[in-house]
């Protein structure tokens, strides 16, 4: 386990200086899965949801909650970011539906919390947008999967 970087020696949050890191290309992937009824989530896809297109403005919800990551998240650094991309898989059968973000950009830093808050707040917009059908929709997941670039080099859940 490595050591708590967002930390200085007396244990005072701090922001890490990534300045002498060189840039490079990286790319973050992440999960959200919001779990509802199976009559619900057969809303959703058939686009019967009372406020609307959930799909749609969760993925522009996504998008610009990436863009504003570093307003949301203190000790993270502002990145520019290539692109950000949310897609969604609609299960109704199992009332289920995942959202996957990607984000990208050329930095000196990881993109990992880009993607974790753009599947976070898609995930939080297809909850708000049903909300109206259902009580008990669920967040029941927001995991990164994969990460690529940097010194650190590639990860992959499950590897």
Request: aromatic share 2%.
């Amino acid at each position: 386990m490595g050591e708590l970087t967002h930390l200085d020696e007396q244990g005072r949050a701090r922001m890490v200086d990534v300045g002498d890191k060189p840039v490079s290309d990286r790319r973050a992937v992440a999960r959200a899965t919001v779990r509802m009824t199976p009559a619900t989530a057969a809303a959703v896809r058939d686009g019967d949801a009372p406020k609307g297109d959930v799909i749609s403005t969760a993925r522009i919800a996504g998008i610009q909650a990436a863009k504003r990551t570093s307003e949301l998240i203190p000790l993270c650094h502002g990145l520019p970011l290539s692109s950000v991309d949310v897609e969604a898989e609609i299960d109704a059968e199992a009332g289920r539906v995942t959202l996957t973000a990607t984000a990208r950009t050329r930095a000196q830093t990881g993109v990992e919390m880009e993607a974790l808050t753009a599947a976070s707040i898609a995930a939080l917009t297809v909850y708000d947008m049903v909300k109206a059908l259902e009580k008990g929709v669920e967040i029941a997941e927001v995991v990164l999967l994969e990460k690529s670039g940097g010194r650190s080099g590639d990860w992959r859940r499950g590897e």
